[in-house]
């Protein structure tokens, strides 16, 4: 966590180093999905973004997105804990519904055009870190009281934190009075684990990307 903060005061020292700035406001509406196996599910997210213009190439972005609950089901086996339970094992569906918040600071790049071209496209990319917080809920059908038995996860909902390295591919073209439209697809690659026993999968999870559309406004 620490070191997610002194990333943000070195990007932001080295913007500042390269002023005058010009700001821009973004937002977007997009669908997100969840890659890892025993995680997978769609979702839609809205996203709001600040960009700081230091060149005509450059600069550095925030910003906050949120997605709706991402649903997904799996059958899974109660053992008892002890001999003299019975039965001794039976089988139950759990019923997860995840969702995060990300909250992302880092660099922008323009590979092609500028951040103010007028009468032509862009291609851009971005990479930064961002502090994903999570949560999720799981439903067991029929419920396992776990005084008695032994499941992968546990029912009831918890929240998780993690850190990630956000990438992102854009394109985007004016159209009309410093009003730009844009898509983009984005990669949210989890960089810490903190286990919870609410979460069938810990390790690299959530790995999500997303991919959206959007208006660009520059001031």
């Given at each position: 966590?620490?070191?997610?903060?002194?990333?943000?005061?070195i990007l932001c020292s080295l913007g500042l180093a390269a002023q005058p700035a010009r700001f821009s406001f973004a937002t977007d509406l997009g669908l997100q999905?969840?890659?890892?196996?025993?995680?997978?599910?769609?979702?839609?997210?809205?996203?709001?973004?600040?960009?700081?213009?230091?060149?005509?190439?450059?600069?550095?972005?925030?910003?906050?997105?949120?997605?709706?609950?991402?649903?997904?089901?799996?059958?899974?086996?109660?053992?008892?804990?002890?001999?003299?339970?019975?039965?001794?094992?039976?089988?139950?569906?759990?019923?997860?519904?995840?969702?995060?918040?990300?909250?992302?600071?880092?660099?922008?790049?323009?590979?092609?055009?500028?951040?103010?071209?007028?009468?032509?496209?862009?291609?851009?990319?971005?990479?930064?870190?961002?502090?994903?917080?999570?949560?999720?809920?799981?439903?067991?059908?029929?419920?396992?009281?776990?005084?008695?038995?032994?499941?992968?996860?546990?029912?009831?909902?918890?929240?998780?934190?993690?850190?990630?390295?956000?990438?992102?591919?854009?394109?985007?073209?004016?159209?009309?009075?410093?009003?730009?439209?844009?898509?983009?697809?984005?990669?949210?690659?989890?960089?810490?684990?903190?286990?919870?026993?609410?979460?069938?999968?810990?390790?690299?999870?959530?790995?999500?990307?997303?991919?959206?559309?959007?208006?660009?406004?520059?001031?």
């Amino acid at each position: 966590m620490r070191s997610f903060f002194i990333t943000i005061a070195i990007l932001c020292s080295l913007g500042l180093a390269a002023q005058p700035a010009r700001f821009s406001f973004a937002t977007d509406l997009g669908l997100q999905r969840s890659f890892r196996k025993d995680q997978r599910y769609w979702a839609i997210g809205h996203t709001v973004h600040g960009h700081f213009h230091f060149t005509d190439r450059q600069g550095l972005y925030g910003s906050f997105a949120y997605f709706s609950a991402g649903r997904f089901r799996h059958q899974f086996t109660a053992t008892a804990k002890s001999a003299t339970t019975t039965p001794q094992n039976f089988s139950f569906y759990n019923n997860t519904e995840m969702r995060f918040k990300l909250i992302s600071l880092g660099w922008k790049q323009y590979v092609r055009g500028r951040y103010n071209v007028s009468d032509n496209w862009n291609l851009y990319g971005s990479a930064g870190f961002g502090l994903m917080l999570g949560r999720v809920t799981n439903e067991q059908d029929p419920a396992v009281d776990t005084s008695l038995y032994e499941v992968p996860v546990y029912r009831g909902m918890a929240h998780f934190k993690r850190l990630t390295f956000d990438l992102a591919l854009g394109w985007e073209v004016p159209i009309g009075g410093e009003v730009y439209f844009y898509t983009e697809g984005r990669l949210f690659v989890p960089t810490t684990d903190y286990p919870s026993r609410h979460l069938l999968v810990n390790e690299n999870a959530p790995l999500a990307a997303a991919a959206v559309a959007g208006i660009r406004i520059l001031f």
